[in-house]
């Protein structure tokens, strides 16, 4: 079955470093997205991509990095410069920019130490 | 700038209650609504969504909301609900007409617990 990979699930890393959170479609979508979660506050949008190559800013792009080299595979980057990383990280896919996120991966748990 | 309005953030029913779970949402141009549900142990998934048309929609497994635009409210409705509907709900929103439709802004989510 299709669908959306995140890895790892649960993530410990210590504060300063910076650290690549793993997303993997094998549904052959364009367009990948980034969400965070925090509790009483739903998913806020980090970054999305529409296409290969191409990447924009969400809603709280501050102290976050990703790239889109290959249509599959969309990483976030946590650098040291987010000043509150521990929260749960969503990616998300869809068919194509125009429409809205259509499958969502299980989550990666990032806290910080 | 959109915002999502959920307000009920935990519910609790017996199983056979009827179900309404609130989403406002604060935008002043065209938009399009949905509710995503994440059932427990599962990925978020798209219950129902609305574009246009009939401001009545339905969505999988018995679920249904109606678009009010006076009241800029989606809210989500089911008659009876079931021991296997306890999920967490999202209402989300997006610019119609937006440069990135796509672009969804989400509620906080409800928390629905089913008590057989």
């Known amino acids: 079955d299709g669908g959306i990979t995140q890895s790892p699930k649960y993530l410990f890393r210590k504060e300063g470093q910076n650290v690549t959170l793993s997303c993997e479609q094998n549904?052959?979508?364009?367009?990948m997205y980034w969400y965070r979660q925090d509790p009483g506050q739903g998913l806020r949008l980090i970054y999305y991509s529409q296409i290969v190559n191409d990447f924009q800013k969400g809603d709280i792009a501050e102290g976050y990095s990703v790239s889109r080299e290959k249509k599959e595979s969309f990483p976030l980057t946590v650098t040291s410069a987010q000043k509150n990383p521990t929260a749960f990280y969503l990616c998300?896919?869809?068919?194509?920019?125009?429409?809205?996120?259509?499958?969502f991966g299980d989550g990666t748990r990032l806290s910080i130490l | 700038a959109q915002s999502v309005s959920q307000h009920n953030h935990h519910v609790i029913l017996s199983e056979a209650a009827s179900l309404e779970l609130g989403c406002n949402y604060s935008y002043g141009g065209t938009v399009n609504l949905f509710w995503y549900v994440q059932y427990p142990g599962q990925h978020l998934q798209l219950l129902l969504k609305y574009f246009s048309g009939d401001p009545l929609v339905k969505g999988i497994k018995g679920f249904e909301a109606e678009f009010i635009k006076s009241k800029f409210s989606f809210n989500l409705r089911k008659p009876s609900v079931q021991w296997s509907d306890t999920a967490e709900y999202f209402c989300a929103v997006n610019d119609r007409y937006g440069g990135a439709t796509n672009k969804l802004i989400f509620g906080t989510g409800t928390l629905l617990a089913v008590q057989p």
């Open positions: 998300a896919s869809s068919i194509s920019q125009g429409i809205q996120p259509q499958h």
């Open positions: 549904l052959n979508h364009d367009a």
